[in-house]
């Protein structure tokens, strides 16, 4: 068995394991139904008595929680412990809407800090790494979220926050990172950035890379671990629920172990709410079972993904869950023609001379859609002739048109000019159709 940070717990018989998501549960429900106004009044509602809740397979009768609750719950309405015992607040971007605050307890500090544990020994990390987080830190969950778990391992911390990218080259060199943690985005355009400063890549002592925050694919990896010659692995997380530490692949790199003794997971069907079965595709809900002052009940995060059949080789028993696909949230529907941005990331990887850094700006030209896809070059791409530039833009325009079925304009633009959240992700879609 491949080695964990709780194996008491991560390596824990299934039987044992749903006892104990049982009765975490039925502590939970209680908890809400006394201090959080909205689930009281769902409860009641719905005829839900928390004293007589006594099987998991129950769950789906209880109410779905939503962004749309959060929001109007601005800012402390869903807090179940009273504001003196909360000790942190994070809050979400907010990009559609007011931002979602989360609190946390001394209790939910601890939890949170060995849950990331949990992510980063499985991934490799151990307490002889220097770890240097490239995530932002403040009101977003990230920085702090592997901060704080990266410490509990016993590793050395960088808190390089995001940005500066020169600075972090010289960092990884000076203090001889040897575990990165950043968005997929962030680590191809950090590559990048080491082949303009003409820096050789073996000289570093890199050796892991967690990468999450933002939707990536296989061939975003296999370009990561060459270019960056290190094992790179996926993990997830949300403020919403936590942050990170919810999720994280092993060494296996076969799906996301879920911490399922802190959180209970189902997959849903987007439109109708029923539950799928184990491997068909859907939207994840999760349930917080030890979360004292910011408890989610059956939270639609709106992230596509899969639960994953069988176990895993490293011998972990808490399911996995597939990469995220995409976002219940983000299709984008041009001319009639459904559209996910996750689809064109995917080309712009096949495609030499782009990286997967591109925002989707959306206009209306009188009563039709139009798109126009702003494309970061590669660096190499900028010293070609003016008319190898126009070949590729040709190229890429007649390979969006026949994968995605709608015709999609393409302009290249500086690299690192497309602009970015403070947790380091590019803003993928600007929508001006209604403006």
Not at 116 to 134: C, E, F, K, P, T
Not at 201 to 208: E, F
Not at 328 to 346: C, H, K, Q
Not at 383 to 399: M, P
Request: charged fraction near 25%; glycine fraction near 10%.
């Amino acid at each position: 068995m491949r080695e964990c940070f709780e194996p008491q717990f991560e390596a824990m018989d299934r039987g044992d394991l749903a006892q104990l998501q049982l009765e975490r549960l039925q502590a939970t429900l209680n908890r809400v139904a006394r201090n959080v106004p909205l689930y009281r009044r769902r409860f009641a509602e719905q005829g839900i008595d928390p004293d007589t809740f006594a099987d998991l397979a129950d769950v789906r009768h209880l109410p779905f929680t939503t962004k749309a609750d959060l929001r109007e719950a601005y800012p402390y309405g869903l807090f179940a412990v009273p504001l003196r015992e909360v000790v942190r607040l994070h809050a979400s971007s907010g990009t559609s809407g007011k931002p979602v605050v989360a609190g946390y307890t001394r209790n939910d500090i601890k939890t949170w800090s060995r849950l990331v544990a949990r992510v980063l020994v499985a991934a490799g990390a151990g307490q002889d790494d220097v770890v240097q987080i490239a995530l932002g830190y403040g009101l977003f969950t990230g920085g702090m979220g592997f901060h704080y778990g990266a410490e509990t391992v016993g590793a050395a911390v960088i808190p390089a926050s995001s940005g500066g990218t020169r600075r972090q080259v010289a960092i990884m060199q000076d203090y001889r990172t040897s575990v990165f943690v950043a968005t997929p985005s962030y680590a191809l355009h950090l590559a990048e950035t080491l082949c303009a400063m003409d820096v050789n890549v073996n000289s570093l002592s890199l050796r892991y890379g967690l990468f999450g925050a933002e939707t990536w694919t296989e061939a975003m990896r296999a370009a990561i671990e060459d270019r960056l010659k290190l094992t790179a692995t996926d993990n997830y997380g949300l403020s919403e629920i936590m942050g990170p530490g919810v999720a994280g692949e092993c060494l296996e790199q076969a799906g996301m172990h879920v911490s399922e003794d802190h959180f209970l997971i189902e997959i849903v069907d987007p439109a109708t709410g029923e539950r799928l079965p184990d491997g068909e595709e859907g939207e994840l809900v999760v349930t917080t079972l030890t979360k004292e002052a910011f408890p989610m009940i059956r939270f639609r995060t709106g992230d596509i993904t899969r639960i994953l059949p069988g176990p895993c080789p490293c011998g972990r028993t808490m399911r996995r869950i597939g990469r995220i696909v995409g976002r219940t949230d983000d299709m984008l529907i041009i001319r009639g023609v459904n559209v996910f941005p996750s689809r064109v990331e995917a080309l712009l990887l096949e495609v030499e001379g782009t990286t997967p850094n591109y925002r989707i700006v959306l206009h209306r030209r009188g009563a039709l859609d139009e798109a126009l896809l702003e494309v970061e070059p590669t660096e190499a791409l900028l010293f070609d002739r003016v008319s190898e530039h126009q070949a590729l833009l040709e190229k890429l325009e007649r390979r969006l048109a026949s994968e995605l079925g709608v015709g999609i304009g393409v302009r290249l633009v500086e690299p690192g000019s497309l602009a970015r959240g403070q947790e380091g992700k590019t803003i993928r879609v600007v929508d001006r159709r209604g403006l």
